[in-house]
């Protein structure tokens, strides 16, 4: 997200949030202006009311949507993409604020996907993979995945 943002659709400011020395250096590198510890402080705390125009939520804890309410300017753009946190789109949103779950979007076709190749291909974004396992290791690369320590993704393919 802080990759998209800022290299790809070129955001002048890039708040975001992570935890632990490593986390929050590799957002910096990613472009984040601004990297919140939401073990020492919420993000939405330490941002200014009305100040962003987007927040990319890619967790969706409880509760997250209405936080981020008061941070997003009339006419901003809470975007939700639905995990582990029972999170939903705000009950109360601010009036001009759009709010998307792109946990309801349509995954038949392939534009979007293009448009992010297109990204990596021109190197506007660049993975960070933190370990890679063959397919047959699989069970292996979940484990890690849910283990509490990567710092990026885990990737999954074939071959050894």
Do not use: C, W
Not at 60 to 69: F, H, P, Y
Not at 109 to 136: C, I, M, N, S, Y
């Amino acid at each position: 997200g802080v990759q998209l943002a800022k290299r790809a659709f070129g955001a002048a400011h890039v708040i975001t949030a992570a935890s632990g020395e490593e986390n929050i250096a590799l957002m910096r590198r990613l472009g984040a202006d601004v990297v919140v510890d939401y073990k020492v402080s919420d993000v939405f705390d330490a941002t200014p009311d009305d100040s962003v125009d987007i927040v990319f939520d890619n967790y969706g804890a409880k509760g997250e949507a209405d936080k981020a309410m008061r941070v997003i300017r009339p006419g901003g753009t809470y975007l939700l993409l639905p995990g582990g946190g029972g999170g939903t789109l705000s009950k109360h949103p601010k009036p001009g604020v759009t709010q998307v779950n792109f946990g309801y979007t349509n995954s038949s076709g392939h534009e979007q996907l293009d448009l992010l190749r297109g990204f990596f291909d021109d190197g506007k974004l660049a993975p960070h993979v933190f370990a890679t396992f063959p397919l047959e290791r699989a069970a292996e690369a979940y484990a890690t995945s849910k283990s509490g320590v990567v710092v990026g993704k885990v990737a999954v393919g074939p071959g050894p």
